[in-house]
Structure formats: C-alpha cells, structure tokens
C-alpha cells in the first residue's frame, strides 16, 4: 500500500455528500490567494526552510499530510502531497486518521495547519506512529494560543479557540471524515497538546520523543493577514517588523502566533 496508485479518495457517506464539493472550493480559494500575496508567500517559504531543515534522514517517502494549496511541495519536490479531497496540483487524498500507507513504509510526515483541524488527534498519532520508520519524524507548524495571540485568534479569526478542550479523550466514536466539516478546528488544540497536556501526551505516546517546541511569529505572520484577512503592513516595511520579532522573541510565551513541532519515532 506504499504506491500513490493505491490511494483512493477519501468518502463523505450519508447527508454529507457536500463536503468534498466545499473543500474542494476552499482549496481553490487558497490556491488563489496564495497567488496573489508576495507576503504571505514570503512568510511560507520561510515555514518551509524550518521544515527542509528538520526532516529526517531515514529511507523513504515523505508525505505531506493536509497540503492545501501544496505550496510546500512547489518547494521540496521530493513531498509527496495528499489533502481530504483530490485536487490536480495533489498527489493523492487521504484522511489523517486513516492513511493508506504499509506499517513503518514513510520517513515523514508534514503538516502545515492541519493539526487544529483534526476532530481526534489522538487517532492521527497512532496512524502517524505506525506508518513512520524507526527515526521517522512528524514536524508539524501549528497556531500558538499565546495571551496575546488568543485575541486576535478569538475577535478576528473564523475558527474556534476551546482552552477547555481535551484533545487527546475528546474525540468522537466514528473517524473525522465521516462526522465534520474538515474546516472546523480548535485552534488551541497545539497549545493544549504540547504545552499544557504534554506530559498526558508522553504517556499516551511514549514512541513519539519530542525533538522540538518552538514558539514564534510575533508580529509579521498576524500583520500579514493570512488567507483570510487584509494585509495590514507595506510591504516595504516588513524587515523592520521581522527585526522588532527578533528583539521580541524572548517574550514568545506572551506574544506567538504560531509553533514548530517535531516529533520522532524511537526505534
């Protein structure tokens, strides 16, 4: 089950049969967007650069799960990208929580803003933990809930931000393609994660060892206006921002909107 031949879209049974047509629209929207902002770009390929750096090194495929408009893959030729839905610029479609690939067959997994938007994260770590190789890494970049970054996330952004939430027992008895919209999300579900369930998280996963847990983008990521919101910066402005970020940095706790995740399995 390795081959991308063997791939076959993802189902949407029942009164739900709108789905894949919605995401569908969705990804095409941010394929727009994604042509039309120099910024948001910019901000990406720097994204990209933390992922190339930190991808594992062991034999074999590397897949980008939730690849979106696949931005990554136009950087790293060698990712192969799957989304919910099949898309012409994908590789294949596939559900998080259920990947159709052979047991210890990949050496990567990448994901960029897919975390927050899994309905049981809990199955996504099990399925990740049994199609990685020994040494085989998930690095994920997710939103951060910093206590100033919770209300820009909360006031001026279309997803939910639940701190109540339990990621790893909150979950549904049917896999998430059956059961929700795959744009719903938590985006708190990093923060709660890794920062404060981590230690349930170790026990849950001990053949996950966490590598990295990084906090960052203070300023120019939510000046950007990402996909959904008007860019707030000149663009000529933004290496005096990017500069600002660096002093700020060390508040990254107070200030992030973002985090870099890696995770890898022991052999």
């Known amino acids: 089950m390795t081959g991308l031949s ?8 029942g009164s739900v049969e709108d789905r894949p047509t919605e ?29 190339n750096t930190a991808l594992s090194a062991v034999e074999g495929p590397s897949i980008e799960v939730g690849a979106g408009h696949g931005s990554f893959a136009e950087f790293h030729r ?36 897919v975390l927050h938007h899994l309905a049981a994260p809990a199955r996504f770590f099990a399925e990740a933990e049994r199609v990685l190789r020994p040494g085989g890494r998930i690095l994920m970049i997710e939103p951060y809930v910093s206590p100033i970054s919770w209300l820009a996330w909360n006031y001026f952004h279309d997803e939910d931000v639940d701190l109540r939430a339990c990621p790893l027992s909150d979950a549904p ?8 919209d795959p744009w719903t999300a938590n985006t708190a579900t990093p923060t709660l994660l ?5 230690a349930e998280f170790r026990a849950r996963f001990p053949r996950l060892s966490i590598l990295r847990r990084t906090r960052f983008d ?8 990402g996909f959904e919101r008007r860019q707030l910066v000149p663009q000529k402005l933004t290496p005096a921002v990017r500069g ?5 940095s060390p508040l990254s706790r107070g200030l992030a909107f973002r985090c870099f995740i890696v995770l890898q399995k022991k052999g």
């Open 244 to 248: 600002l970020e660096r002093l700020l």
């Open 23 to 51: 995401a569908r629209r969705r990804l095409e929207q941010h394929a727009a967007i994604w042509r039309e902002r120099p910024l948001l770009r910019r901000i990406y390929r720097g994204y990209h650069e933390m992922l």
């Open 78 to 113: 060698d990712i192969l990208s799957c989304d919910i839905v099949p898309c012409p610029w994908l590789d294949c479609a596939a559900d998080a929580t259920r990947l159709p690939f052979a047991e210890s067959s990949l050496a990567n997994l990448v994901m960029i803003d």
């Open 218 to 225: 203070l300023l120019l990521y939510p000046l950007s206006g």
């Open 173 to 180: 008895a049917e896999p998430q393609a059956d059961l929700k």
């Open 6 to 13: 063997t791939i076959q879209p993802v189902s949407f049974p």
């Open 194 to 198: 890794f920062w404060r369930d981590l």
